[in-house]
């Protein structure tokens, strides 16, 4: 395996000496580690691609209300809300990162990416990036290769789940994943790239996972919306040449300690922030099982429950 | 660590809302399923921890039906197993346990039936969509599903377990775990073999031929 994607200036140096372009590395890694043909790992992209887009229309145009009814057709409501405070380009990103997500919260078919929490990200950035930019399939699945390589990083060096490392190892590592993908697109070079991911990670360390009466819904529907923006956001910064002035290996290593320092609260425990507020717990009780139809385990009868 | 792959990063494909509370639900119910050899007629699930106060909010019922009914983890029918369920006269009882201190946060037991057959297993979802079966019929048990596993019940008799291995062996399957119980009541004993690569017809017609052997199933990779 030639680049084991244990930290971006590996990667980096690779290309340099290889001339390869940056996405052609995570392709020989998945052919390596998985015995896959190149032609398979297009067709999984192109599958993933296609669920995605799917994703939205159907967040959409189908009755998007989850079981605890916290969720509640939110996209549908921005879409059809005749004011643009920033355009329709970014009406569009908001509603489709949201459309996706809300998806996911109502047991829809969706692409976990990097997690299902934040599978509203990647779809919104993404087919907004194409339609924007009218930009082929095939560069799309080249930006999405990049995006892989960027969370298998940050997966390595942090993590990329809520439970270990809050929100910002969630939604941080895709909004940056998104980051990589639309400078690649749009012509950035590689340092232009790792630029976005350390902004985006910046901006969105310590970000804590709080999720309302543990259900996967609020805020993380939201911060689907807000973390496509700052993918943007960094995106239009980095390509612009100006840097993040910290290496981004040190900036994912960071994200990791400041996870690792995080109180258990905050690690999708509900037992914090959002979740703990006086509204949340109030929610929390409504929507959570009642504890008279609980059964409380006992040792002596273990056998029976 | 183990080396993820870029379908893990940009994937998998799955039904919301997570995969600890769906994906991994609907994998133990196929288990039970892949058991049972059948899809049951009565069902009794039991959420231990952290799954008895919210099943119902993930839709974690409606996963582990789901997987009962055998669809696959992107199946959009997951959503409508417990309607599905209902049309097809499966009877389902689910319960809440709450400090089950023993067992993992996220513990589920599945005790599955049709007709006379029946089956009963504890499964943990680990997190990421992945499991482990902790137990199997009241027999300690440890696997995944990631891998090619059989499950046999044999008499208790000297040498069974080397022979066991050895008919695997000459099949050319590398045997990665195994994990052998006995229950105290009878002579009998369970094994439990995760092997890297599936196993040959004959030899399994082989394993079940013998006269020690009371019941061998074969599990594939649960995808
Ligand atoms: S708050 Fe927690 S559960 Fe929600 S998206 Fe963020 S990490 Fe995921």
């Given at each position: 395996m030639r680049v084991t994607f244990e930290s971006f200036r590996e990667w980096k140096s690779y290309c340099e000496h290889s001339q390869e372009p940056i996405w052609k590395p995570v392709l020989s890694y998945e052919i390596e580690l998985r015995n896959r043909t190149e032609q398979q790992i297009w067709d999984g992209l192109a599958a993933a691609y296609c669920v995605m887009r799917d994703a939205i229309e159907k967040g959409l145009t189908e009755d998007m209300r989850s079981i605890s009814g916290m969720i509640n057709n939110g996209a549908k409501k921005i879409k059809n809300c005749h004011i643009a405070v920033l355009g329709d380009e970014f009406k569009k990103l908001i509603y489709r990162s949201i459309a996706a997500k809300e998806l996911n919260s109502c047991m829809g078919r969706i692409v976990a990416a990097p997690t299902a929490g934040a599978s509203g990200i990647l779809p919104g950035v993404l087919t907004t990036l194409q339609d924007l930019h009218h930009l082929d399939n095939s560069q799309i699945y080249e930006s999405m290769l990049v995006a892989a390589g960027i969370g298998l990083i940050i997966e390595q060096r942090a993590s990329i789940a809520g439970a270990v490392g809050g929100c910002q190892a969630e939604t941080g590592t895709a909004a940056a994943m998104g980051a990589g993908a639309i400078v690649y697109a749009l012509g950035g070079n590689i340092d232009q790239v790792f630029d976005s991911v350390a902004i985006t990670i910046m901006n969105m360390l310590g970000l804590i996972c709080d999720p309302i009466a543990g259900l996967v819904e609020v805020p993380c529907v939201k911060r689907n919306a807000s973390a496509s923006v700052i993918a943007f956001a960094s995106a239009q910064i980095a390509l612009a040449g100006d840097s993040s002035i910290i290496p981004v290996d040190e900036v994912i290593d960071v994200m990791g300690e400041v996870g690792q320092s995080m109180d258990t609260r905050y690690?999708?425990?509900?037992?914090?922030?959002?979740?703990?507020?006086?509204?949340g717990k109030k929610i929390a009780e409504k929507v959570l099982k009642n504890p008279s139809e609980i059964i409380n385990f006992d040792e002596t009868k273990s056998n029976e429950i | 660590m183990e080396k993820s792959s870029i379908f893990d990063m940009i994937g998998p494909i799955m039904i919301g809302p997570?995969?600890?509370h769906t994906a991994g639900v609907v994998r133990i119910g196929r288990v039970a399923r892949l058991l049972l050899r059948d899809t049951p007629d009565h069902v009794e699930v039991i959420f231990y921890n952290s799954f008895a106060t919210t099943y119902e909010g993930h839709g974690s019922d409606r996963a582990v039906i789901g997987g009962l009914l055998g669809f696959a983890n992107d199946d959009e029918r997951i959503r409508n197993a417990?309607?599905?369920?209902?049309?097809?006269?499966?009877?389902?009882?689910?319960?809440s346990v709450l400090q089950a201190s023993t067992l993992h946060p996220n513990s589920i037991k599945i005790k599955a039936s049709k007709g006379n057959k029946s089956v009963e297993i504890l499964g943990v979802s680990r997190g990421g969509g992945?499991?482990?079966i902790k137990e199997v019929d009241g027999f300690n048990a440890n696997f995944t599903g990631q891998l090619h596993t059989l499950v046999i019940l044999a008499l208790d008799v000297k040498g069974s377990i080397a022979f066991i291995a050895d008919v695997i062996a000459h099949d050319d399957c590398n045997i990665a775990t195994m994990t052998v119980s006995r229950s105290n009541k009878n002579e009998d004993a369970k094994l439990i073999i995760e092997m890297d690569s599936p196993i040959s017809e004959p030899a399994l017609s082989y394993l079940k031929s013998l006269k020690w052997v009371k019941e061998v199933i074969y599990l594939p990779e649960i995808g």
């Open positions: 690690k999708e425990t509900a037992l914090g922030g959002l979740a703990a507020t006086p509204t | 997570s995969s600890s417990l309607d599905i369920a209902k049309k097809q006269n499966i009877q389902i009882h689910f319960k992945l499991i482990a």
